[in-house]
């Protein structure tokens, strides 16, 4: 039976993509039903909505939100003496608990699809998911199911907190064991891995970067235009990272079952007596099966101070792209990727 999960990466304002492609999967292939939702920064924001399949919701919210909205600039100079961070989240939390009230706690509590909220915890240093059910984690990684509303709004805000733009937020923190919790994407760009984990068959990945981005053929001169084009590289490295692995897997278990193939046109070896052959201790492929993996790129690179430019003009683009190319990928659908679990 298909087990359909959705991943959206980290943005910031480049999210509207995602919602767009979110828009013509539920007005168009009402068939689709997600049984795990992952979102990491961004995406941690559509996930409540997406679950509930409340796409007028997000898309109100990613097309009139401004920047200032969102952070508080302020003299910059100050805050990087003073606090922990570039730019006050202030307006960002008020944000998420006007558009995620009570009501939206209590219907994604109830609800049949599991949702999972990426963070890494600065002390740990691990990947926390905060979920709306519980989950033994088998091990990398952590999660936590969401006590009340007030945890879900900042377990939100935690996850799209980019780390020295904006403060940790501190969720159970405690004197004697402090918790501040970051941006998931420090870790996990798309948090593929949890939805792997719970067994699903199918994968729906919208990224918010081109899948090949062209050279930037600029000179960075300030220091603020140097760190957001290192984290933009940075990003993109975790991101190729969260699918490496699964592909490698892929690869190598259709690299056995070539040479099983082999060993059977070769020899009177039964296939029982071959698939035991490599039946051993520590396997790392035992168990394992494709998993299909249907990825959603933008076709340009979706621009804005690392997804911190709120532009309700350029999100209505980035919306009516992202509905384009789900149009296009269900009308033509490329070759399907295939990993393992």
């Not at 993109?236 to 056995?256: A, F, H, R």
């Not at 099983?260 to 035991?276: F, W």
């Amino acid at each position: 039976m298909a087990k359909n999960a959705l991943v959206i990466s980290g943005g910031g304002a480049k999210g509207s993509f995602a919602v767009g492609v979110l828009k013509y999967i539920i007005l168009n292939k009402p068939e689709i039903k997600f049984d795990i939702i992952c979102g990491t920064s961004t995406g941690a924001l559509i996930a409540p909505f997406a679950a509930l399949r409340n796409v007028a919701a997000l898309e109100r919210i990613y097309t009139t939100m401004k920047t200032e909205d969102i952070i508080l600039k302020g003299d910059i100079s100050k805050r990087v003496i003073m606090n922990n961070s570039l730019f006050d989240v202030g307006p960002l939390i008020n944000v998420v608990r006007q558009n995620y009230p009570q009501n939206v706690f209590d219907s994604l509590m109830s609800s049949d699809t599991q949702v999972f909220f990426a963070s890494v915890c600065l002390q740990t240093g691990r990947v926390v998911h905060f979920s709306n059910k519980d989950m033994i984690a088998p091990g990398g990684y952590d999660v936590i199911k969401l006590k009340d509303w007030d945890e879900m709004i900042r377990a939100i805000v935690a996850s799209a907190d980019q780390p020295v733009f904006t403060p940790p937020i501190k969720i159970r923190s405690t004197d004697a064991a402090p918790r501040q919790y970051v941006d998931g994407g420090v870790r996990e760009y798309a948090p593929i891995r949890v939805a792997l984990d719970n067994g699903v068959t199918d994968i729906y990945v919208v990224y918010l970067s081109p899948e090949v981005e062209p050279e930037a053929n600029k000179e960075y001169k300030s220091i603020f235009d140097i760190l957001l084009r290192t984290l933009a590289l940075f990003s993109d490295d975790v991101g190729e990272n969260d699918i490496l692995i699964p592909t490698l897997y892929n690869k190598s278990l259709q690299y056995i079952n070539e040479v099983k193939k082999n060993i059977a046109a070769n020899s009177t070896l039964s296939a029982a007596a071959i698939d035991q052959m490599f039946d051993l201790p520590g396997n790392p492929f035992a168990g394992k099966k494709l998993i299909n993996m249907k990825v959603f790129y933008p076709d340009y690179i979706l621009k804005g101070m690392g997804g911190l430019e709120f532009d309700p003009v350029e999100m209505k683009k980035y919306l009516n792209h992202g509905f384009d190319v789900a149009k296009k990928y269900f009308e033509q659908p490329p070759v399907i990727e295939h990993i393992v679990t």
